[in-house]
């Protein structure tokens, strides 16, 4: 911006300024021009308009947008997918839940973290990943209703047969989990009881 510049194009300058209307090139120069320059006369039109500006967001009433607004907007949400924002979606009775609200608990061992997925209360049931820290070991357990698990990363030893990702194992009911302990660390994914016994170390 040239420094011998008119009032009316320090005004027109600064005004498109405030309401981020300027091109990137025009505006860094005429922030040059005002914060390094140091032109007092830019520097007090930027001032004057800043408080019009939060004021404009003001000027009209509150309006309801139409149903159908409404809907291609969560329609394009759930398109981009989920964020900090919108950590859950529910959508044609379907639930999608991000990472962000399942946070690792500790588990009931040392080296042991879990994430509760979902609990199904009527059954008896509930779906966990579990992640085991290198040596770690799982406390010893009776099954008393069925157990499912998958192993997704890691080597997992149960009952001395190694499991590797993609490995399945089903625990029948009345059976014992002993030795469920891993070199590498691993995570699995479990559905089980929620009214297994377990026997904790004292």
């Keep these: 911006m040239n420094r011998n510049h008119s009032l009316d194009e320090s005004r027109e300058q600064a005004a498109l300024y405030t309401v981020g209307a300027l091109p990137d090139e025009e505006r860094s120069a005429f ?22 500006v939060e004021h404009l967001a003001f000027a009209t009433p509150l309006q309801t947008p139409p149903q159908h607004v409404r809907e291609r907007i969560l329609q394009q949400a759930v398109a981009q997918g989920m964020s900090a924002a919108h950590p859950t979606i529910d959508k044609d009775q379907l639930r999608f839940v991000s990472a962000e609200c399942m946070d690792w608990k500790p588990g009931n061992a040392p080296g042991i973290e879990m994430k509760v997925l979902s609990v199904d209360k ?68 479990a559905v089980a009881s929620l009214h297994d016994e377990w026997f904790l170390e004292a």
């Design 122 to 189: 009527e059954r008896g049931f509930y779906t966990t990943l579990v992640r085991m820290a290198p040596g770690s070991s799982l406390a010893r357990h009776r099954h008393v209703g069925l157990e499912e698990s998958y192993v997704i990363e890691g080597e997992l030893f149960v009952s001395g047969v190694l499991m590797r990702p993609g490995d399945y194992c089903r625990a029948e009911v009345g059976s014992m989990h002993v030795g469920v302990t891993t070199k590498t660390g691993c995570v699995f994914i």
């Design 31 to 52: 922030e040059q021009h005002r914060l390094v320059d140091g032109c007092d006369v830019c520097a007090a039109e930027v001032a004057g308009f800043a408080p019009v």
